[in-house]
C-alpha cells in the first residue's frame, strides 16, 4: 500500500521548514518587543475543559481521543444499542486534542492563578486540530500564534494588541485591513430586533455573509426562527457603506433605547480614536458590523485581519473574552487576545513571492571528506565554526569529489571547504564561494572572521 498522510495535515520539507520558522521568529520577537511572555500547553486536554466553549459547531469540529486499553468497556449499553453517539461518546473518550489556545489558556491561568503576575501577557505558538473540511488555507492541523493579556479590563489593551497585529505583518511586508465590531453590539442589534434569546443563532448566520451572502443569511436566519421583521431591522447593515465614523453614527440612531448597544459603541469609538491618533503602519482598521467570529466566549471587541492582496479569508482573529475563566472557577477576570494564522499567513507570502531570500537548507559550510585522517582535521576546524555560530557539516563519505559538489549544489550551501594534505600540514583550508566560484587559501585561524565578514 502506497504511504499516504490524512487529509488536512502536510509534511514540511527542509525548505519549507526554514520559511515557517522565519515566521515564528518574526513573530516571537514582536512578542517580546510588546512584553509578552511564552507558554505551553499540552496538545490534548480533558474533553471536560473543551467541550461547550466553542457552540455547537465548534463542539462538532474537536478531535476526540478514544480511552486507551478496552475503550468499549464503560461504554453505556443503551447508548450503544440505540447508535447514540453523542451519549456514547462521553463513556468511551475523556481527552480531546485542542480545538484552540485560548480555552485551554484560561484553564492555565486558573490552575496556576497562585504564580501569575496580573495582569498576564502571554504568547504562545503551538498546534492545534479541527475536524473540518480540508481546502486551500483550511487544514485540520495548524499552528496558531497567540498574544493575550487577562486581568485588566482596559481598552488599551484592544489598542495595543491593534498595534501588534500592525507590527507583524508590516515586519513580512504585508497590506492587510484588521476589520473589527463589539459583541454588544451584535447584542444590541438582536435586542432592538427583538431576538435577544436567539442571540447566537443570529451571530453565527450573520457572521456568514461574507461566504453566503445577504440572501444567504436571511435564509438561515429564517430557518432559525428568527422573524422577517427581525431581519429587515438589521437588513440595512448587510450592505452598508460608508467609513467607520458613518457605521457608528447609523448604530447611535439604532441604539437610542439599547443600553448594551450604546456601550458597544463608545468602546469601538474609544479603539477607533486612539488607533487614529497612534498611527498604523501598513494595515487599516476597519469597522465590519456583521462580524461575529461564531464563538460563545467573545464579550466585547471582535478582530478578523485579511489579507488586502491575496483572497484567503482571514489571516488573524481574536477579542474580549471576559467570562471565559468564570466556567472554569475564577470569576472577575477579564481577558483579550489575538491570534495569527500562521499557514495562511504563509500562503499569502509565497502567492505574493514576499519571504526573504533563503536557501535550501541552514547550512553554511560543507567540508569535502577526502579520507579518514583529512575528515578527523576537518572536524576538528568544524567544532570552531560550530562555537562561533556558523552551521557547518562534513559530507559523510569519502566519495568521488563530483557527487560531494553535487551534494553542495543541490542543498545551496554557499561555501565548501577543501582540506588535503598540504593544507593539514601547514593548518589551513581552501574556502570555495559555490555562487562565484573564487577559491581562497586561509589559515584556520582566519576562516572565522572571513565567513562572518561575509
Known amino acids: 500500500m502506497k504511504p499516504s498522510i490524512p487529509k488536512g495535515t502536510r509534511d514540511f520539507s527542509p525548505e519549507q521548514m526554514l520559511k515557517r520558522n522565519f515566521l515564528f521568529s518574526v513573530m516571537r520577537e514582536c512578542f517580546q518587543a510588546f512584553g509578552y511572555d511564552p507558554i505551553e500547553t499540552p496538545s490534548f486536554e480533558k474533553s471536560e475543559t473543551l467541550m461547550g466553549k466553542?457552540?455547537?459547531?465548534?463542539?462538532?469540529?474537536?478531535?476526540?481521543?478514544?480511552?486507551?486499553?478496552?475503550?468499549?468497556?464503560?461504554?453505556?449499553?443503551?447508548?450503544?444499542?440505540?447508535?447514540?453517539?453523542?451519549?456514547?461518546?462521553?463513556?468511551?473518550?475523556?481527552?480531546?486534542?485542542?480545538?484552540?489556545?485560548?480555552?485551554?489558556?484560561?484553564?492555565?491561568?486558573?490552575?496556576?492563578?497562585?504564580?501569575?503576575?496580573?495582569?498576564?501577557?502571554?504568547?504562545?505558538?503551538?498546534?492545534?486540530?479541527?475536524?473540518?473540511?480540508?481546502?486551500?488555507?483550511?487544514?485540520?492541523?495548524?499552528?496558531?500564534?497567540?498574544?493575550?493579556?487577562?486581568?485588566?479590563?482596559?481598552?488599551?489593551?484592544?489598542?495595543?494588541?491593534?498595534?501588534?497585529?500592525?507590527?507583524?505583518?508590516?515586519?513580512?511586508?504585508?497590506?492587510?485591513?484588521?476589520?473589527?465590531?463589539?459583541?454588544?453590539?451584535?447584542?444590541?442589534?438582536?435586542?432592538?430586533?427583538?431576538?435577544?434569546?436567539?442571540?447566537?443563532?443570529?451571530?453565527?448566520?450573520?457572521?456568514?455573509?461574507d461566504k453566503i451572502g445577504k440572501d444567504g443569511v436571511t435564509k438561515e436566519m429564517l430557518e432559525k426562527d428568527i422573524s422577517q421583521e427581525a431581519i429587515d431591522i438589521i437588513s440595512p447593515l448587510l450592505d452598508f457603506e460608508g467609513d467607520n465614523q458613518d457605521k457608528l453614527n447609523v448604530l447611535k440612531s439604532m441604539f437610542t433605547n439599547s443600553e448594551i448597544g450604546q456601550k458597544g459603541v463608545e468602546e469601538l469609538e474609544f479603539i477607533l480614536n486612539s488607533t487614529d491618533k497612534l498611527g498604523l503602519g501598513s494595515a487599516t482598521l476597519e469597522v465590519d458590523l456583521t462580524l461575529a467570529r461564531g464563538l460563545n466566549y467573545y464579550t466585547g471587541a471582535i478582530f478578523e485581519v485579511i489579507s488586502k492582496e491575496v483572497k484567503l479569508g482571514s489571516i488573524g482573529g481574536g477579542g474580549r473574552y471576559d467570562n471565559l475563566t468564570e466556567i472554569f472557577g475564577l470569576k472577575d477576570v477579564s481577558g483579550v487576545g489575538i491570534s495569527f494564522g500562521l499557514d495562511r499567513i504563509y500562503l499569502v507570502l509565497e502567492e505574493l513571492d514576499r519571504f526573504p531570500k533563503m536557501n535550501k537548507t541552514s547550512t553554511e559550510v560543507l567540508f569535502i571528506n577526502f579520507g579518514e585522517m583529512e575528515a578527523l582535521f576537518c572536524q576538528k576546524v568544524l567544532k570552531d565554526l560550530r562555537l562561533a555560530g556558523i552551521s557547518s557539516e562534513l559530507y559523510p563519505d569519502a566519495a568521488k569529489m563530483k557527487k560531494q559538489m553535487g551534494y553542495a549544489d543541490k542543498k545551496e550551501i554557499p561555501w565548501v571547504i577543501l582540506v588535503g594534505e598540504n593544507e593539514m600540514n601547514s593548518n589551513e583550508v581552501k574556502l570555495k564561494n559555490m555562487q562565484s566560484g573564487d577559491q581562497v587559501t586561509l589559515s584556520t585561524n582566519e576562516l572565522i572572521d572571513h565567513l562572518k565578514g561575509n
Do not use: M
Open 54 to 209: 466553542y457552540g455547537d459547531e465548534g463542539d462538532r469540529l474537536i478531535f476526540k481521543i478514544l480511552n486507551s486499553g478496552d475503550y468499549l468497556a464503560k461504554a453505556d449499553e443503551l447508548a450503544l444499542t440505540n447508535r447514540d453517539s453523542k451519549a456514547l461518546t462521553k463513556n468511551i473518550s475523556e481527552r480531546a486534542l485542542r480545538y484552540d489556545l485560548t480555552v485551554p489558556f484560561a484553564r492555565y491561568v486558573v490552575q496556576h492563578r497562585n504564580d501569575i503576575t496580573f495582569p498576564f501577557k502571554r504568547s504562545q505558538i503551538q498546534p492545534v486540530w479541527r475536524a473540518d473540511r480540508p481546502q486551500k488555507g483550511r487544514f485540520r492541523e495548524f499552528f496558531q500564534c497567540d498574544a493575550d493579556i487577562v486581568g485588566s479590563d482596559s481598552l488599551w489593551s484592544e489598542v495595543e494588541l491593534v498595534q501588534l497585529y500592525d507590527t507583524v505583518f508590516t515586519k513580512l511586508g504585508l497590506k492587510t485591513a484588521i476589520r473589527i465590531n463589539n459583541r454588544k453590539i451584535l447584542s444590541g442589534l438582536a435586542e432592538v430586533s427583538g431576538v435577544e434569546d436567539k442571540l447566537i443563532d443570529f451571530t453565527v448566520a450573520l457572521d456568514k455573509l
